[in-house]
């Protein structure tokens, strides 16, 4: 790589042809990208409110990684989608520099008049720039500017430049050459008094969570408090991606920025949006993919970060885009802890390194379904559409079937050849049916299979290893993920066993009626059949024996047997409606009894409860009652005890006056 760039820049820098052979300009492209290396920004989309208070802490890690890479073009946020005031900063950068030679060229010509006036232009030019790059540019500038007071003999001015210099940077240096001995033990006495600054700064942002610099020098992610400044005014800088870089003076005290929207704000908007929506699939690439072009870049290091379950830590998935196809050159995952250092090091340093290799020229994705094989998507895909067209033809089968049977089942008996082949047919299409619905039902679990199963995967997909000492807590993280994807996997299958029990007692009801509406009909056909086939002996017996007639009394008999059969069947039909109807009124009593049941229990349980808790209260009124009478008689015996040794006490003092008073009679 080094000798590839070394190459490039010696071709870019010294190879001049001819406007007739000019190298074209993809060429040059190239060239120019290998010589300084791809173009790169860091994006990072917060799932949730706690990675959102971390998200200039994680861009400020993602930064430096490739900062340390050596091998990338990095472009910051606020750079990259505000284009346009990044030029404008870059030029004022070329002018700031235009101006400072022109004053140290000044000072070498001993005219320091031109010189002054060179560096404070370049100071004022440089107070626009981005100071968290550039501050040391604006410093050289304000020194310099000090110095040429000082070659000219104005110490005030020049003091007064030196202590503005020295409250923003304690340490900053002033050349003997320029600087005479008094204005440069000014210098120190200043250096004593910045060192004893008690000032304190505290600076919040419009949203929180950007990173801040003060004087040019990092100090945290907003809100933070910095302690130890000096009285005069600092110069605050803020960058947050998706704003532009926010910049003010503040004095010791609250500073609040607000960041205003980048110039590509609608653009980044909608990528964000678009990534949670789908944080892990197609859309997550797509839109980082978008985003990249929108600003022109040749990568994107884009990080998915959210709370994780479990302590104070962020999930995060990091990905290193191309955005010329969309291939995943670095892909992690990991849980850490945004405030670890050496974990976000680990994490960003493996985004950073080589590149992943593409599957042939094909590039290579990490999203859920991406990255997999094409022949087992296309099988997957084919044999989806052949299980949606087998239960369609098994549908299709079944309704034809049922068609045939209501045929057969108006057509009369009598038509034996008709009804054959209404009974052959409806079993034709009720057996292609079938296995019209078995071959659909296979085909499309097998396709369903393929297509779930065809993930990107390899090497490439594992996540990322736990930074050092991170490996407990890493398991216990994983551990909990278990045990709640366990949960729910249980409540899942308790829900389908439950949604599967309520089909099989619809299907069963279901049978349970088309049977009994079989045996009906099979009743009435059975009846049918009888009427006919008696029907049919009538017409026929005449006709057996023509030169015969029948006498009255045959005929009377025959007409009287077939008001009878008509009569039991008649009453037979009114005997099953008579059932049925039973049947549901004691199905429609025993769910109203049940209901009743249900609503006395109901009922019931109240009234026990309110038992329970009178009967509770009794007896907590009845200890408390016992407790007081115990109290009461304790307190009762005590009192009697007292009075027993108060009268013994006084009998014993009577008796031992008594006593004393006898013995002063006999003494005397």
Not at 32 to 41: D, M, Q, W
Not at 497 to 515: A, F, G, L, M, S
Not at 564 to 591: G, P
């Amino acid at each position: 790589m080094a000798l590839q760039c070394f190459i490039a820049v010696l071709v870019v820098a010294l190879v001049r042809p001819p406007a007739a052979s000019a190298a074209p300009p993809e060429l040059l492209a190239r060239l120019i990208l290998a010589a300084t290396g791809p173009r790169i920004a860091v994006v990072v989309v917060s799932l949730d409110a706690k990675a959102a208070a971390q998200q200039g802490a994680l861009e400020g890690a993602a930064d430096e990684a490739l900062e340390r890479a050596s091998r990338f073009t990095l472009v910051p946020a606020h750079d990259a989608f505000s284009p346009g005031a990044a030029k404008k900063r870059d030029a004022r950068i070329d002018e700031a520099r235009e101006k400072m030679k022109s004053g140290k060229q000044a000072l070498d010509d001993l005219d320091n008049v031109k010189a002054t006036e060179s560096f404070t232009q370049a100071l004022e030019t440089l107070k626009d720039a981005d100071l968290s790059r550039d501050f040391p540019a604006l410093l050289d500038a304000w020194t310099m500017k000090a110095a040429g007071h000082a070659t000219g003999g104005e110490n005030g001015p020049a003091k007064k430049d030196m202590e503005a210099v020295i409250s923003l940077a304690a340490r900053a240096e002033f050349s003997p050459s320029f600087f005479p001995p008094e204005l440069l033990k000014f210098a120190e006495t200043q250096r004593k008094l910045a060192a004893n600054a008690r000032g304190e700064l505290l600076v919040r942002t419009e949203p929180p969570g950007a990173r801040v610099w003060v004087d040019g020098a990092f100090r945290g992610v907003s809100p933070v408090t910095i302690a130890g400044v000096s009285s005069t005014k600092h110069f605050v800088t803020a960058s947050l991606g998706g704003y532009a870089l926010g910049q003010s003076l503040a004095s010791p005290g609250e500073e609040v920025i607000s960041l205003a929207s980048a110039e590509l704000g609608p653009g980044w908007k909608k990528a964000v949006t678009d990534i949670k929506k789908d944080p892990e699939g197609a859309t997550r690439d797509t839109a980082a993919q978008a985003l990249g072009k929108a600003a022109q870049l040749d990568q994107v290091l884009l990080v998915v970060a959210r709370k994780s379950l479990a302590g104070e830590k962020l999930e995060l998935t990091g990905l290193r885009l191309e955005v010329r196809d969309g291939h995943n050159a670095a892909f992690r995952t990991g849980t850490l802890s945004s405030g670890d250092p050496e974990a976000l090091t680990a994490f960003f340093d493996g985004l950073t390194g080589k590149d992943a290799k593409r599957d042939g020229k094909d590039p290579v994705h990490h999203f859920k379904g991406g990255g997999g094989s094409p022949v087992k998507t296309t099988a997957g895909i084919a044999l989806l559409g052949v299980g949606v067209a087998g239960l369609a033809a098994g549908v299709t089968m079944g309704v034809l079937a049922n068609l045939e049977a209501d045929r057969f089942r108006q057509t009369p008996q009598t038509r034996g050849p008709e009804s054959a082949s209404l009974v052959a047919n409806g079993r034709t299409y009720a057996l292609v049916a079938d296995i019209s619905y078995l071959v659909g039902i296979a085909s499309a679990v097998t396709g369903g299979v393929l297509l779930l199963t065809n993930t990107g995967g390899g090497a490439e997909d594992a996540p990322a290893a736990p930074a050092p000492g991170q490996q407990g807590v890493k398991a216990s993280d994983d551990s909990k993920r278990r045990e709640t994807d366990r949960r729910a996997a249980d409540e899942r299958r308790a829900s389908e066993e439950r949604r599967k029990d309520d089909e099989r007692r619809r299907e069963d009801e279901k049978k349970r009626e088309d049977d009994r509406r079989k045996e009906t009909e099979a009743t009435r056909a059975a009846d049918d059949k009888r009427r006919a086939e008696a029907e049919e002996a009538a017409r026929q017996k005449p006709a057996e024996d023509p030169g015969k007639k029948a006498s009255k009394k045959e005929r009377d008999a025959l007409e009287k047997k077939q008001r009878e059969d008509e009569a039991r069947e008649k009453k037979e039909e009114e005997k099953r409606v008579a059932e049925e109807q039973k049947r549901q009124d004691d199905e429609a009593r025993a769910k109203k009894k049940a209901d009743e049941d249900a609503k006395n229990s109901s009922k019931l349980s109240k009234k026990q409860r309110d038992d329970e808790a009178a009967k509770k209260k009794e007896e907590d009124e009845a200890a408390k009652k016992k407790a007081d009478e115990e109290k009461a008689r304790a307190d009762a015996e005590k009192k009697k005890r007292d009075d027993d040794e108060r009268k013994k006490r006084e009998e014993a003092e009577k008796k031992k006056k008594k006593d004393e008073d006898h013995d002063d009679l006999r003494n005397y």
